[in-house]
């Protein structure tokens, strides 16, 4: 009884009866979020605004009710469980399965690592000059030590304050002229085009909105606070915090995704009303190109702003791509997997955690050309995405697996539509690349 009486007061605090409360609910949703628009995200938007112009705005309204779904799934999955997304596939699913998903998950993670960590030395360089592979190595190498030797509960804070970064991108649009009732228009109004290019940015769009990293990283987070907090637990050891629980998580994740697709938005909005505008289009490879190019049409500040985003949004998805693969490595052969453990607790999970960020620093001096491997990232990512989100819809109405928490039903129709969609796009995709 004093165990529920403590309950009460956590929910009152969790529903912000208190000053903090709007802060303290605010966590793993926040933070996969704002790691969505990593550099190579950042590349996606900006190439989609500099070469259609506002046309593909509405794919930001049209996709954030789908990952916010799968997002929430996710979340809930590792509340329930207290284990993330590779432990629970292994409750249901053929070794060999499991093994495959995480497999393309680190080849993907792995891709995508040296892609940002190749933009965040190329904007460092844009803005104080120097060597970008310097820069890279340097950012590579912090970014390590503050997941090896600062404690989850700390780092975490130090995440949710680089989600701030994210306001650059905000603020550049507003240093620019936009046509707000074309802009409105193209958001509401959804215009649809067959031709390839097109069809191709749409799945660009879509596929690095909704990726397989993501759903690791906020399942495995939800599964840590349940072993991190001395008051925690998951939901199927104490099934009476599960409503303080699921609206603490749709209140996180909606806010996360919101936040993520607010800055997609902008980004789009932003490069479309210099880059397309002024015809500078097909000269965007990357976030870095992006952020070159702003300068002459939109001014110092408007650069500065789009360089710094790059650099403090790449170091808050690089803990994020290293970790979730580090988590599912780890849960797929049972091994004590935390981020709150000292290294000497956990070897083989900040094994894992170093050798996939010191691989993604290595792509930079293998001349390994980032654009590309952007490209195989999205390519595989598109591979594993469908397939995994059945699988985990699947098992989020499995008995063994949640037991009495079911989905509801708004959140099962959401997903399988979801789900559709992406198979859809990595259709799309496939076709799109053999075209080429």
């Not at 890279?136 to 804070?157: C, D, E, H, M, T």
């Not at 990293?213 to 907090?229: D, G, I």
Request: with cysteine.
């Amino acid at each position: 009884m004093a165990e529920r009486a403590t309950s009460d007061v956590s929910i009152r605090k969790a529903e912000g009866i208190d000053s903090a409360g709007f802060l303290e609910r605010l966590g793993p949703g926040l933070i996969t979020g704002a790691a969505d628009d990593d550099p190579s995200g950042i590349a996606t938007y900006s190439q989609a605004g500099a070469e259609f112009g506002y046309l593909l705005l509405w794919t930001m309204l049209f996709s954030f009710p789908l990952m916010a779904a799968m997002q929430e799934i996710c979340a809930r999955l590792g509340r329930i469980t207290g284990v993330g997304i590779a432990a629970n596939l292994k409750k249901v699913y053929p070794k060999h399965w499991v093994y495959s998903v995480v497999l393309l998950l680190c080849m993907a993670n792995l891709l995508n690592l040296g892609a940002d960590i190749s933009a965040i030395g190329s904007a460092t360089k844009l803005v104080l000059g120097g060597s970008a592979t310097l820069y890279a190595l340097l950012f590579g190498a912090l970014s390590l030590v503050l997941q090896i030797f600062v404690p989850y509960r700390k780092y975490v804070r130090y995440l949710r304050w680089l989600t701030w970064s994210l306001s650059a991108y905000v603020a550049t649009a507003f240093l620019v002229h936009i046509p707000w009732p074309t802009v409105l228009r193209s958001t509401l109004l959804p215009s649809i085009s067959l031709r390839p290019g097109y069809l191709m940015a749409l799945v660009g769009v879509l596929g690095t909105t909704i990726s397989p990293y993501l759903f690791f990283w906020q399942t495995s987070e939800e599964a840590e606070e349940t072993r991190v907090h001395a008051a925690e637990s998951r939901l199927k050891k104490k099934p009476w915090k599960a409503t303080l629980h699921f609206r603490r998580i749709a209140f996180d994740t909606r806010v996360g995704m919101g936040l993520s697709n607010l800055v997609a938005f902008f980004i789009m909005l932003t490069t479309a009303a210099t880059l397309h505008a002024s015809g500078a289009g097909s000269v965007i490879q990357s976030s870095a190109d992006a952020a070159r190019a702003l300068e002459p049409l939109a001014g110092k500040s408007a650069f500065l702003l789009f360089s710094l985003g790059i650099v403090g949004t790449g170091m808050l998805a690089l803990p994020v791509l290293a970790g979730s693969a580090a988590y599912a490595v780890a849960e797929l052969f049972r091994w004590r997997a935390s981020l709150e453990h000292k290294p000497k607790q956990a070897p083989k999970f900040y094994a894992v955690l170093a050798i996939a960020t010191i691989a993604g620093v290595g792509l930079n001096f293998l001349g390994i050309d980032p654009i590309r491997a952007l490209f195989w990232s999205a390519v595989v990512n598109g591979i594993v995405a469908s397939p995994l989100m059945i699988l985990i819809m699947l098992l989020s109405g499995h008995p063994a697996v949640v037991g009495q928490f079911r989905l509801p039903t708004h959140l099962r129709m959401i997903g399988w539509i979801a789900t559709g969609m992406m198979f859809a796009a990595s259709l799309l995709f496939a076709a799109g690349s053999i075209r080429q």
